[in-house]
């Protein structure tokens, strides 16, 4: 069966950190570009970040260059989401998805998704 499991979300306080996993299991992801998106309440899902085959990383929102970092270790078949300084306006359900080889910042190009971790960024 292939899914994917997001971990790592939680409650963290406003310039607070947190690491976010994706993990892979009945697939491997070595042929897949794997984004990061999130989906506040009422609002959107949204690309935030997509990491290539070769572990190019490209962020979609310029409010989170300098702050999140994705990356991603094939051997441990999983792609991380490094968020710091987070703000209270980073707080949702964040997702990982799989695209074959290339990046996008399209929620309707990704084929397989995981059921999502909550952050929340709250004093």
């Known amino acids: 069966q292939l899914q994917l499991v997001e971990s790592g979300g939680g409650l963290v306080q406003p310039g607070g950190s947190l690491r976010l996993s994706c993990a892979a299991s009945g697939f491997t992801l070595d042929d897949y570009a794997i984004g990061w998106f999130r989906q506040a309440p009422g609002k959107e899902r949204e690309g935030v970040s997509c990491i290539t085959r070769s572990s190019i990383p490209i962020n979609y929102l310029d409010s989170v260059i300098g702050r999140f970092t994705i990356s991603r270790d094939n051997a441990k078949n999983t792609v991380y989401l490094q968020m710091s300084s987070l703000k209270p306006e980073d707080t949702a359900v964040y997702y990982c998805?799989?695209?074959?080889?290339?990046?996008?910042?399209?929620?309707?190009?990704?084929?397989?998704w995981g059921q999502g971790t909550q952050v929340t960024v709250s004093s």
């Open positions: 998805a799989t695209r074959h080889y290339y990046c996008s910042r399209y929620t309707s190009e990704f084929g397989s």
